[in-house]
């Protein structure tokens, strides 16, 4: 499975964009971007998903590289309820998310 | 609509015994994966299942084994358990089961071998 490379730990403060980023320099061209995130003792929880085009939705915003090798999931107004720790993950043919250690976003007040 | 479930939620065994855990897709999902998340790591994946059949396993030892039945559900067995399969383990269902399906997960079950 491709790699990918994210910082450790994020910190915003409440109201403020936040700019989440994702290396994947090993990408293929039928791999998936997407995006989980995992709130304090709840399982993950599907963000967005992209390939190669920006993608917005209700919950983020997903910026994509021309060359594919790295990407940026942007929260536009960071609120408490999205301190958590978010995955990014390349997703091939295959049926699988390979998740790393994501990073772990602090939200302050 | 009601989303994943999966049963129990926490649950304590001793070395060597066995656990079976229960998980039950969103209505109308017909692929069920399982996955184990060790304390501070992200989730593994162990398995996917869909329309019934295992459609993919992950790097674990024979001693983990699954099953979906008609209805969708899943069960995860775990035999022999050793301390290191303590974790959370985690249900996941999507419509199909295409890499671009989003996964819905549940809220885990957390086993503690002691």
């Known amino acids: 499975d491709a790699k990918t490379t994210q910082p450790n730990s994020m910190e915003s403060n409440e109201e403020e964009p936040v700019h989440l980023p994702c290396n994947h320099s090993t990408i293929s061209g039928t791999d998936y971007i997407h995006w989980y995130r995992q709130l304090p003792s709840q399982g993950p929880e599907y963000v967005i998903h992209g390939l190669t085009s920006n993608v917005n939705n209700r919950m983020a915003s997903l910026a994509i590289a021309e060359d594919r090798k790295s990407s940026t999931l942007i929260l536009h107004r960071a609120t408490l309820r999205d301190a958590a720790v978010y995955y990014c993950?390349?997703?091939?043919?295959?049926?699988?998310?390979?998740f790393g250690k994501g990073t772990l976003l602090t939200v302050n007040p | 609509d009601a989303g994943v479930t999966q049963s129990p939620t926490h649950l304590i065994k001793t070395r060597g015994q066995h656990v079976t855990l229960r998980c039950s897709p969103i209505s109308g999902h017909k692929s069920v994966s399982w996955y184990q998340q060790v304390l501070g790591q992200g989730p593994q994946f162990i398995f996917q299942?869909?329309?019934?059949?295992?459609?993919g396993r992950g790097n674990f030892p024979d001693r983990f084994s699954a099953r979906q039945f008609p209805n969708y559900s899943s069960e995860l067995n775990v035999n022999a358990l050793l301390l290191g399969d303590s974790a959370l383990y985690l249900c996941a269902s999507s419509l199909v089961g295409q890499s671009t399906g989003e996964l819905f997960f549940g809220e885990g079950s957390r086993l503690t071998v002691l």
């Open positions: 993950i390349l997703r091939g043919s295959n049926y699988k998310l390979t």
């Open positions: 299942y869909y329309e019934k059949e295992e459609r």
